[in-house]
T-cell receptor, first 110, second 115 residues
Framework: KNEVEQSPQNLTAQEGEFITINCSYSVGISALHWLQQHPGGGIVSLFMLSSGKKKHGRLIATINIQEKHSSLHITASHPRDSAVYICAPYSGGGADGLTFGKGTHLIIQP | DSGVTQTPKHLITATGQRVTLRCSPRSGDLSVYWYQQSLDQGLQFLIQYYNGEERAKGNILERFSAQQFPDLHSELNLSSLELGDSALYFC??????????????FGQGTRLTVV
């Protein structure tokens, strides 16, 4: 079973700060997903990546497959970025090959 | 709006009872996935159905069962409920049978509270 560790568990920052959320996993994977869960529950997929780096607006995700580590960065953070961010590595083999971190609860204060 | 509809949004019930959670996938999506999210465990995969047939099974208890109907909506049945079953239950759907979240769309979840 893939053990997934996210850090920090909770993060409170001021608007405009650069945010980094880290994810480490124990088993080799073919892809890793970052999900965003807003208050109220809805889950949205932000990125899927299998190597290198991806950027979408103010969000940047990086992955180092050899190190079994991924990071999610938010530049110029805004209160609307307040959410839980979940890392989900996929080791293949079907739906049960997708495991989830416990999430990082991010609060951006104005 | 993801296009995935879950009902009810909230459910409060007593221990020992049975409840049914319902999920309507996005139009045209054949796969439905059920997940449980509790405070201390994060998201846990329960079960997947693809076009009416069970495709994959995760950490689903024997007290829980699911099915997907010919119109592709799915129901998750939870019986002999225990306090520890209190959680958010998510349904996701995708057009294919792969579980990649970029291809899957999540519902808003059903918050189950067992008292």
């Amino acid at each position: 079973k893939n053990e997934v560790e996210q850090s920090p568990q909770n993060l409170t920052a001021q608007e405009g700060e650069f945010i980094t959320i880290n994810c480490s996993y124990s088993v080799g994977i073919s892809a890793l997903h970052w999900l965003q869960q807003h208050p109220g529950g809805g889950i949205v997929s932000l990125f899927m990546l299998s190597s290198g780096k991806k950027k979408h607006g103010r969000l940047i995700a990086t992955i180092n497959i050899q190190e079994k580590h991924s990071s999610l960065h938010i530049t110029a953070s805004h209160p609307r970025d307040s959410a839980v961010y979940i890392c989900a590595p996929y080791s293949g083999g079907g739906a049960d090959g997708l495991t989830f971190g416990k999430g990082t609860h991010l609060i951006i204060q104005p | 709006d993801s296009g995935v509809t879950q009902t009810p949004k909230h459910l409060i019930t007593a221990t020992g009872q049975r409840v049914t959670l319902r999920c309507s996938p996005r139009s045209g999506d054949l796969s439905v996935y059920w997940y449980q999210q509790s405070l201390d465990q994060g998201l846990q995969f329960l079960i997947q159905y693809y076009n009416g047939e069970e495709r994959a099974k995760g950490n689903i208890l024997e007290r829980f069962s699911a099915q997907q109907f010919p119109d592709l909506h799915s129901e998750l049945n939870l019986s002999s409920l225990e306090l520890g079953d209190s959680a958010l239950y998510f349904c996701a759907s995708s057009a294919r049978s792969v579980p990649a979240p970029t291809e899957a769309f999540f519902g808003q979840g059903t918050r189950l509270t067992v008292v």
